[in-house]
């Protein structure tokens, strides 16, 4: 298959969010449920950065989590619709994602954790939403359907792409483009490199604890989540917010500023309607960006890079190897 092939296939899918509700609720439990296995075996790296899942060629994984002496990992396969878990001694246990209560698939990963020689405890109920059902009480959410999973994965590579590109423009501190099952959104998020005050914390079920962790430096921040939009949406936000962010002109004509979320929104549809997605993409993001640290007083030019400053040495050293003795 060409990369055309792989292009046209993959694409930027269409996934109304009505269309997979009971799906999206029950999936955000579970990827809950193993966010948290990561959780409870990495030590604390800033900013929650231990905690969050990557995009994988199959779905999401956890990457290697210590263990021991070796490493484990869970990995989201929305391909074939599996949940894997492998330990570095050569255990491996998988199971089938289907349509089960969110109590069963706890009992699932917790009893296929133990086979495989990992004992792992957990907080026993969900974070950053509105109702915290214990998972071993949970039998309301248990709808799994593959194909809107398998395209919220083909909208999160699509993401992951768009972020990783921009993330190569930043040379200060900057975290991976990693998913957080809290919110159950890709971000990715830059760092002026000074502090920011305590952030007031109030997420549902969520310790303030955790968000003054997760905010304690000066920052803008983008991401893509299933909500905000008829087919989910882009955001960007910055905090401490600077005076005059929302007022600031921002591309495409699309986007708009939400005095409710405190974020600069753009609607999925919005890009994958539009001539070339890529490009509206990195407009939102680096037009965003620009609007939290020009209003911020970013030392942009000690912070930003150019991509593409090795090209030009690289295609020089080509013609010197090239170049006949004598030339």
């Not at 199959?58 to 021991?68: A, D, E, K, Q, V």
């Not at 894997?84 to 296929?112: I, K, T």
């Not at 303030?208 to 949406?233: I, K, R």
């Amino acid at each position: 298959m060409t990369p055309t092939d792989v292009e046209k296939q993959l694409g930027w899918p269409r996934l109304r969010l009505d269309e997979w509700a009971e799906t999206r609720d029950t999936l955000h439990m579970w990827m809950q449920i193993v966010g948290k296995v990561r959780l409870a075996h990495t030590p604390l790296i800033n900013h929650w950065w231990a905690v969050a899942l990557y995009p994988t060629p199959r779905g999401l994984s956890t990457s290697g989590i210590p263990y021991g002496r070796g490493m484990f990992d869970i990995e989201f396969d929305f391909v074939d619709h599996r949940l894997l878990m492998r330990e570095s001694s050569g255990g491996q246990r998988e199971f089938a994602l289907r349509s089960m209560p969110v109590a069963e698939f706890y009992d699932r990963v917790m009893d296929s954790l133990r086979e495989i020689g990992v004992t792992s405890a957990i907080q026993n109920h969900p974070n950053e939403v509105e109702v915290a059902v214990n998972f071993t009480e949970d039998f309301e959410h248990r709808v799994y359907d593959p194909s809107p999973v398998h395209r919220f994965w083909l909208q999160l590579l699509q993401a992951h792409r768009g972020f990783t590109d921009f993330r190569s423009y930043f040379g200060g501190k900057v975290s991976p483009v990693h998913f957080f099952w809290g919110a159950m959104d890709l971000a990715c998020t830059r760092y002026s490199g000074r502090t920011a005050p305590t952030h007031p914390g109030g997420a549902p079920n969520c310790g303030d604890w955790v968000m003054v962790e997760g905010y304690s430096g000066e920052l803008s921040s983008c991401g893509f989540w299933p909500g905000g939009g008829e087919e989910g949406a882009f955001y960007s936000y910055a905090y401490p917010e600077p005076l005059g962010y929302s007022d600031t002109p921002v591309s495409p004509p699309e986007a708009y500023y939400s005095h409710e979320e405190h974020e600069f929104l753009l609607p999925y549809e919005a890009v994958r309607r539009s001539d070339d997605p890529d490009r509206t993409l990195a407009a939102f993001l680096h037009s965003t960006y620009e609007a939290a640290a020009e209003r911020g007083d970013w030392d942009r030019a000690a912070l930003e890079l150019d991509p593409q400053r090795w090209a030009t040495e690289q295609g020089r050293a080509r013609r010197d190897v090239r170049r006949p003795a004598g030339g």
